[in-house]
């Protein structure tokens, strides 16, 4: 083990923002990089976090760095030393500070990352090539579960493949719907009558729990998309949602009473877009966070938190004409308190947002 040099101090700083808002991964991946590459922390922004180098500027990173410790002075410490070299080195040194460096480490080089485990949601990314199958809640949903469409009977259990089940068999699948991951079968009914072909995805009782509390009435819809193989299935409901447009002399107060109704003029948007969002998002980083001061709902509020974000369309709808188009890039994932700081006049943008915070040393 060629290191000759000390290790230099470790400077801890106790704000922890940016440390918080990444995945276990994607921090070990920034450590990695600055210790044995020498990365910049404006590169490891853009190709690490993927974030923005434009208004991120490496804070993002810096912060992840800041937090535990390591300075200009640990940059490229260990280049061109090996990574077990390195970890033997901090733990040879026995300092407990080094602890969590020395954990970042081992999982890197290990790739103990659960990339290909059944209920890692790398798991979950959408089959592009394949067509997802779109579904209206009923009454099925909430006894055995969805009957599969017979044109997609290929798509989801094709003859040709290692995963096809034949008549009367079922064969074991994962389910990822409002962002968490059930267990579910894949049936090939076995009716009586041969002529009947039916195939569908029966669902078990903590599927059947999580669908009645999404769609408290059988009404709404929602899409099936193969996930990374035949095992794995993305359940993607679509909710109405319409915003209320920001201008408040538009409305318009009718008392009764001692109480008083106010009617808003809606403008629709579409649902879909922001679902695809918050799907893109976490298959970026991994979970759901404000973009602007990471708070995670589900972290702070357990269950009741989950899959609570809310989307911000970059380009206001109320500025929108009919026939414009929204891409699930164009949303941004927001608290309702960030949100409502962007839509305060004079409006501004996330990332204008974003400095603002980033700015103030004494915010969280």
């Known amino acids: 083990m060629n290191i000759i040099k000390s290790f230099p101090e470790l400077k801890p700083e106790a704000r922890d923002r940016e440390y918080r808002k990444y995945s276990e991964e994607l921090r070990d991946k920034v450590i990695f990089e600055f210790l044995f590459n020498g990365k910049s922390n404006r590169w490891i922004d853009e190709n690490i976090l993927l974030e923005n180098q434009e208004y991120s500027r490496g804070w993002f990173s810096m912060g992840i760095l800041h937090h535990l410790g390591l300075r200009d002075a640990h940059k490229d410490f ?20 080094y ?10 080089s290990a790739g103990t990352y659960d990339l290909y485990n059944e209920n890692s949601l790398e798991m979950f990314v959408a089959n592009e090539k394949l067509e997802k199958l779109l579904k209206q809640v009923g009454k099925s949903q909430y006894t055995d579960g969805v009957r599969i469409d017979k044109e997609f009977h290929e798509i989801f259990n094709p003859t040709d493949s290692k995963f096809f089940i034949p008549r009367g068999k079922a064969r074991e699948i994962k389910v990822l719907f409002n962002n968490k991951i059930f267990t579910a079968e ?12 039916l195939q569908s995805i029966r669902f078990r009782k903590e599927l059947k729990k999580e669908f009645e509390k999404v769609f408290p009435t059988p009404e709404g819809e929602f899409t099936i998309e193969v996930g990374s193989d035949l095992c794995h299935f993305i359940f993607s409901h679509i909710a109405v949602i319409v915003e209320d447009d920001p201008d408040p002399e538009i409305n318009t107060e009718y008392s009764e009473g001692k109480e008083y109704y106010r009617l808003h003029r809606m403008r629709e948007r579409k649902p879909g877009v922001v679902k695809q969002a918050k799907k893109l998002y976490v298959k970026k980083q991994g979970r759901l966070f404000c973009e602007v001061c990471a708070i995670d709902f589900s972290k702070i509020y357990g269950d009741r938190g989950d899959n609570f974000i809310e989307g911000h369309h970059r380009k206001l709808v109320s500025e929108m004409k009919e026939g414009d188009k929204t891409k699930a890039e164009d949303i941004a994932m927001l608290c309702s308190n960030c949100h409502r700081m962007i839509h305060k006049k004079p409006i501004i943008s996330v990332e204008g947002l974003a400095m603002i915070v980033m700015g103030n040393n004494n915010y969280l």
Do not use: C, M, V
């Open 78 to 97: 260990f280049k061109e030393i090996s990574s077990e070299d390195a970890i033997n080195y901090l733990t040879e040194l026995r300092k407990e500070e």
């Open 186 to 197: 894949y049936r090939f009914e076995d009716q009586t009558d041969k002529h009947i072909i």
């Open 99 to 108: 602890n969590t460096i020395i954990a970042a480490l081992k999982r890197y």
